[in-house]
């Protein structure tokens, strides 16, 4: 079995809230057996205020995380994805690029934070936050056996349609 980490890249539409969170939060708790990226099909121009302050709050170091393109991962000289992880519906029904390695795909589901108020804006972020934590938590729980192949097709499947309010 290799000693590679498994990389790992979330992708979202503008790569700006759930995309971001879950890079960060698979960085930070994934040790040294994941390698987490993220990428939108139409990124913003930077990460949302909301998610870099969560991710801040749980101890990631969230200096150098921008919003970006998902083709920054399509050239030959970008790291070799292991699994892609789709985190909004709109980027799950994209049609997505022809990754390098052709690694397996899993749709992880979560509402766009949203709200009229701050309050209510960091409220549904923070329950986003909740709900990410727990995948990764199931995610970074897996045996190293079942992190590859068809055992990791359906371990990512499975975690995605875990239950997690």
Known sequence: MSNSPINVLFLCTANSARSIMSEGLLNLLGGDRFRAFSAGSKPGTQPNPHAMALLQQAGFDTAGMYSK?????????????????????????????VWPGHPVSAHWGYEDPHGDTEAEKRASFEKIFLQIRRR??????????????????QAARDIGALEVD
Do not use: K
């Open 69 to 97: 393109s998902w083709h920054a991962f399509e050239g030959a000289d970008a790291p070799q994805m292991d699994l892609i992880i789709t985190v909004c519906g709109n980027a799950a029904n994209e049609v997505c690029p």
């Open 136 to 153: 990764i938590d199931a995610l970074v729980a897996l045996p190293d056996q079942a992190l590859h192949g068809a055992a990791l097709v």
